[in-house]
């Protein structure tokens, strides 16, 4: 499956963006989803991910209750939606996808989007 990733911007602290993830090919809901983050100058973290199905989900602690991941299996495509936002939240986000069940390890994760730069300015 190959991603692409989109939506990012600059956007103020308090602010909200929704990021877009879509795939290609046919067998996107056999996959589980999830969007990790990369700080300059730090390792790539976990945010969210959901299930196949989009019915189980887990996040970070760090955006629980003001981070959504969700999915639109009819349209390839994954989501998440960011409120809140704050200037710690800065970082190019990347999808990620993976056969089975939903991860939080990036070493999990065999397909990448390319990622999409967030800025979130004070």
């Known amino acids: 499956v190959q991603l692409q990733a989109s939506g990012g911007g600059l956007v103020q602290a308090g602010g909200s963006l929704r990021l877009s993830c879509a795939a290609s090919?046919?067998?996107?809901?056999?996959?589980?989803m999830a969007w990790f983050r990369q700080a300059p100058g730090k390792e790539r973290e976990f945010v969210a991910a959901?299930?196949?199905?989009?019915?189980?989900?887990t996040y970070a602690n760090s955006v629980k209750g003001r981070f959504t991941i969700s999915r639109d299996n009819a349209k390839n495509t994954a989501y998440l939606q960011m409120n809140s936002l704050k200037p710690e939240d800065t970082a190019v986000y990347y999808c990620?996808?993976?056969?089975?069940?939903?991860?939080?390890?990036?070493?999990?994760?065999?397909?990448w989007g390319q990622g999409t730069l967030v800025t979130v300015s004070s």
């Open positions: 990620a996808a993976r056969s089975g069940i939903f991860l939080s390890n990036v070493n999990d994760y065999a397909y």
């Open positions: 090919g046919r067998t996107f809901s056999s996959y589980a």
């Open positions: 959901m299930s196949a199905s989009g019915g189980l989900t």
